[in-house]
């Protein structure tokens, strides 16, 4: 933001204050619609800016002078050395000290209708200490609707992290383009409801890096053709279920037919031949493990799942390395879950087998063994975590968590930050059909011959994962919603 900051001032020509003045206007204009300026009348609301001495601090005085200037009672609180402001924030000051503003030493937080959290923006570098830190606890305290001004005051912008002390708002409008950190926990959970305004700062630069999807780009999936045939929508081959483990080899076929995959064939025991038959009678079930038997499949199939719930002993081993390398060899698109990630992690030999082809959908216990790294390192910045490992295995990583993050490992650093699902998804099997589910939409854009990159792929499938389980949480609520009634749900989020 920084950088599209600079270049809308210095290149394109836009005052610093027109940006200032834009953003206050889009944020007034955002709150006026809430439920506290529909219920209150206007002589019953009082606001009150709590402004830092930066330029989020100047934009904290604009709102509190357009609402003054609306007629509404307004104050302002300035945080730190009026002597120390930005140059924009001294303009503001002025300007409100022309209109005989009102400025107060003090405040009783809960004597008034709204706060406007204007403290810091996304340039804070440093813990929340001292004096700011005890404003905060005041205004998280105070019964008092909270708008935090682009960020909440103490939330890291590019990580989510609380910077020792942070604002919890009821709503924040920020600036151009949603900041990773209002994406990533506990940011997400700080910000309340989230507003992009528009106000005349735009990408020409392509500084962009983060992305993700909204339901107008589920209209770029590919359209199956009306002249195919189950051979054209690919055929996917699950490699999964140890002995009494057949449910996950079951969600994951079952979530990739599900999302659009014209076949599928399960590698799995002998164990689980019949109860795969009777729940899922669509898939070809494969028991003989022999090398020819596993090449026989590979050579069948289009895309590759390998993981859900194979166990660990020799045998699963010896599967997991013969189809790695074989998926190495043709360069065949290979989703490596669950144990497969496992059995990776303790066997150094099959790091070779990685690549461009490979996507690894770890959770963060997973992601710790592979990597190394404790579960809170991983969690204090989920995307550089990603990014890091995605890079050194040259492969595509999909790490699950309440927010999962997705990265490709080109040099571009193409990051997907995924916003769809909910705390219902949290339970036994879910992560099994994200698997099939990201092997079935890579069969859908085979199918069609259209070259997306792998972390783009992933994405949209992660993405449909969550919309599902939103659909499933609609029905059964998050406290009793299933795995199977995730699978069930997809064909909602298609149809929709």
Same mark, same amino acid.
Not at 69 to 90: F, P, Q, V
């Given at each position: 933001?920084?950088?599209?900051?600079r270049q809308t001032?210095?290149v394109?020509?836009?005052?610093?204050?027109?940006l200032?003045?834009?953003?206050a206007?889009?944020?007034v204009?955002?709150?006026?619609?809430?439920?506290?300026?529909?219920?209150l009348p206007?002589?019953?609301?009082r606001?009150?800016?709590?402004?830092g001495?930066?330029?989020?601090?100047?934009?904290?005085?604009?709102?509190?002078?357009?609402?003054?200037?609306?007629?509404?009672?307004a104050?302002?609180?300035?945080?730190?050395?009026r002597?120390?402001?930005?140059? /924009?924030?001294?303009?503001?000051?002025e300007?409100?000290?022309?209109?005989?503003?009102?400025?107060i030493e003090?405040?009783?937080f809960?004597?008034?209708?709204?706060?406007?959290?204007?403290?810091?923006g996304?340039?804070?570098?440093?813990?929340v200490?001292?004096?700011?830190?005890?404003?905060m606890?005041?205004?998280?305290?105070?019964d008092?609707?909270?708008?935090?001004?682009?960020?909440?005051?103490?939330?890291?912008?590019d990580n989510?992290?609380?910077?020792?002390?942070?604002?919890k708002?009821?709503?924040t409008?920020?600036?151009a383009?949603?900041?990773?950190?209002?994406?990533l926990?506990?940011?997400?959970q700080?910000?309340g409801?989230?507003?992009?305004a528009?106000i005349?700062?735009?990408?020409?630069?392509?500084?962009?890096h983060?992305?993700?999807?909204?339901?107008?780009?589920l209209?770029e999936?590919?359209v199956?053709?009306?002249a195919?045939?189950k051979?054209?929508?690919?055929?996917?081959?699950?490699v999964?279920g140890?002995?009494?483990?057949?449910?996950?080899?079951?969600?994951?076929a079952?979530a990739?037919?599900k999302?659009?995959a014209?076949?599928?064939?399960?590698?799995?025991?002998?164990?689980?031949?019949i109860p795969?038959?009777?729940?899922?009678p669509?898939?070809i079930i494969?028991?003989?493990?022999?090398?020819e /038997?596993?090449?026989?499949?590979?050579?069948?199939?289009?895309?590759?799942?390998?993981?859900?719930?194979?166990?660990?002993?020799e045998?699963?081993l010896?599967?997991?390395?013969?189809?790695m390398?074989?998926c190495?060899? !043709?360069?065949k698109?290979?989703?490596?879950?669950?144990?497969?990630l496992?059995?990776?992690?303790?066997n /150094?030999r099959?790091?070779?087998?990685m690549?461009?082809?490979?996507?690894?959908?770890?959770?963060?216990?997973?992601?710790?063994?592979?990597?190394?790294?404790?579960?809170?390192?991983?969690?204090?910045?989920?995307?550089v975590s990603?990014?890091?490992?995605?890079?050194?295995?040259?492969?595509?990583?999909?790490?699950?968590?309440?927010?999962?993050?997705?990265?490709?490992?080109?040099?571009?650093?193409?990051v997907?930050?995924?916003?769809?699902?909910?705390?219902g998804?949290?339970?036994?099997?879910?992560?099994?059909?994200l698997?099939?589910?990201?092997a079935?939409?890579?069969?859908? !854009?085979?199918?069609?011959?259209?070259?997306?990159p792998?972390?783009h792929?992933?994405?949209l499938?992660?993405?449909?994962?969550?919309l599902?389980?939103d659909m499933?949480?609609?029905?059964?609520?998050?406290n009793?919603?299933?795995?199977?009634?995730?699978?069930?749900?997809?064909?909602?989020?298609?149809r929709q």
């Amino acid at each position: 933001m920084q950088k599209l900051d600079r270049q809308t001032i210095e290149v394109n020509n836009v005052p610093s204050c027109v940006l200032m003045e834009r953003a206050a206007y889009q944020t007034v204009c955002e709150l006026e619609k809430t439920d506290l300026f529909r219920h209150l009348p206007k002589e019953k609301l009082r606001i009150l800016s709590v402004c830092g001495t930066g330029n989020n601090g100047g934009d904290g005085i604009a709102i509190a002078r357009i609402f003054f200037l609306k007629g509404y009672h307004a104050e302002i609180l300035m945080l730190g050395d009026r002597n120390r402001t930005s140059e /924009e924030t001294k303009r503001q000051l002025e300007i409100a000290e022309s209109y005989q503003m009102s400025f107060i030493e003090d405040a009783v937080f809960s004597e008034y209708s709204l706060i406007v959290d204007a403290i810091f923006g996304v340039g804070l570098s440093r813990e929340v200490k001292g004096y700011y830190a005890e404003v905060m606890d005041r205004i998280n305290g105070a019964d008092v609707y909270v708008a935090a001004v682009d960020v909440p005051s103490g939330i890291n912008g590019d990580n989510g992290e609380i910077m020792g002390k942070a604002v919890k708002a009821d709503m924040t409008v920020t600036f151009a383009y949603l900041k990773r950190g209002l994406c990533l926990y506990p940011g997400k959970q700080y910000a309340g409801n989230i507003i992009v305004a528009d106000i005349g700062v735009y990408d020409h630069k392509e500084c962009i890096h983060t992305y993700g999807f909204e339901k107008k780009d589920l209209m770029e999936l590919p359209v199956r053709d009306p002249a195919g045939n189950k051979g054209t929508f690919g055929k996917v081959l699950v490699v999964a279920g140890a002995k009494g483990m057949c449910g996950a080899a079951y969600f994951a076929a079952a979530a990739a037919l599900k999302t659009g995959a014209g076949m599928v064939a399960i590698h799995t025991v002998e164990e689980n031949r019949i109860p795969l038959q009777t729940r899922l009678p669509e898939a070809i079930i494969s028991c003989d493990f022999s090398k020819e /038997e596993c090449e026989r499949l590979f050579q069948w199939c289009d895309v590759v799942v390998l993981g859900p719930g194979l166990g660990r002993d020799e045998t699963a081993l010896a599967k997991t390395a013969i189809y790695m390398e074989l998926c190495k060899i !043709f360069k065949k698109t290979l989703v490596l879950d669950a144990d497969g990630l496992n059995i990776l992690s303790e066997n /150094e030999r099959l790091l070779d087998y990685m690549g461009t082809h490979v996507i690894c959908t770890p959770h963060l216990g997973e992601m710790s063994r592979l990597t190394g790294s404790g579960i809170a390192e991983l969690k204090k910045d989920p995307v550089v975590s990603a990014v890091k490992y995605a890079k050194k295995m040259q492969c595509v990583m999909v790490m699950k968590d309440a927010v999962t993050v997705i990265s490709g490992c080109n040099d571009s650093e193409n990051v997907y930050l995924n916003r769809s699902g909910n705390a219902g998804m949290a339970t036994a099997g879910s992560g099994d059909a994200l698997t099939g589910m990201i092997a079935g939409m890579a069969c859908m !854009f085979l199918a069609e011959n259209r070259e997306e990159p792998k972390e783009h792929i992933a994405a949209l499938g992660v993405y449909i994962h969550g919309l599902s389980g939103d659909m499933a949480a609609v029905t059964y609520g998050e406290n009793s919603m299933t795995a199977a009634d995730l699978i069930e749900s997809i064909h909602c989020v298609f149809r929709q």
